[in-house]
């Protein structure tokens, strides 16, 4: 059973232009969330989402970053005209439908640098 | 609110040392606890959880346990090795009205010199 995958694992972006960070959980997952990492820092919660909704995106900035979650296909964090600021790592986890625990997966997530 | 406070690092240990992550909480319900493990260059991996009052998670001879009364889950470990070396997370999970919350501590890196 493969983990969560993400592409690209390095992405660079000059200011200004556009970040597409892809995430496809776990076989049969279907909750999905998204992490940001500063270097030396903790992890920020973003975004959580399950199969075409939005259920908590308390985390996200209220512009320029949006987040799906298709029917089919992966999970898409996107990051329009990109600020030095958002150079950063970007985890996706997942999780099954219903645990007893609520762990979550994580994926090598991707890092982002904006020059 | 959801809260989650892990000792502030860094913690740098000799090898065969006894290791102690010191780990508190304060949450609305019955959270479920974790620590994650986080390794240079990686994303986490779940080290090991406890999902009521008074288990114990182990896991590669880390344990902790889950104790409502200190509203604590501090990690340990009796002989650290060097590839011990990594950042630790804690983190709490409950149910809220919109699904799952999960809250991560700031976490505490680890050196372990040979």
């Known amino acids: 059973n493969a983990g969560v995958m993400q592409n690209p694992r390095h992405l660079v972006r000059r200011r200004g232009q556009e970040a597409r960070l892809r995430c496809s959980p776990m076989?049969?997952?279907?909750?999905v969330y998204w992490y940001r990492q500063l270097p030396e820092e903790g992890l920020k919660f973003m975004v959580y989402?399950?199969?075409?909704?939005?259920?908590?995106e308390s985390g996200m900035p209220k512009e320029r970053f949006s987040a799906e979650f298709p029917k089919e296909g992966p999970s898409i964090l996107r990051i329009q005209q990109v600020v030095r600021g958002d150079s950063a790592a970007y985890f996706c986890?997942?999780?099954?439908?219903?645990?007893?625990?609520?762990?979550?997966?994580f994926g090598p997530g991707t890092r982002l640098t904006v020059t | 609110g959801n809260s989650v406070t892990q000792m502030e690092g860094p913690v740098t240990l000799s090898e065969e040392a006894f290791l102690t992550i010191n780990c508190t909480y304060t949450?609305?319900?019955?959270?479920?606890l974790f620590w994650y493990v986080q390794y240079p260059g990686e994303g986490l991996q779940l080290l090991l959880k406890?999902?009521?009052?008074?288990d114990k998670g182990s896991n590669k001879g880390f344990e902790a346990t889950y104790r409502k009364e200190t509203t604590s889950f501090h990690l340990e470990k009796g002989s650290v090795q060097v590839s011990d070396s990594a950042v630790y997370f804690c983190?709490?999970?409950?149910?809220?009205?919109?699904?799952?919350?999960?809250?991560f501590g700031a976490g505490t890196r680890l050196f372990v010199k040979a």
């Open positions: 949450a609305t319900g019955y959270p479920s």
């Open positions: 989402l399950q199969k075409e909704n939005i259920i908590d």
């Open positions: 406890a999902t009521k009052a008074d």
């Open positions: 986890a997942s999780s099954p439908p219903v645990t007893g625990a609520y762990e979550q997966y």
């Open positions: 076989k049969g997952h279907s909750h």
């Open positions: 983190a709490l999970s409950l149910r809220n009205t919109g699904g799952f919350k999960t809250i």
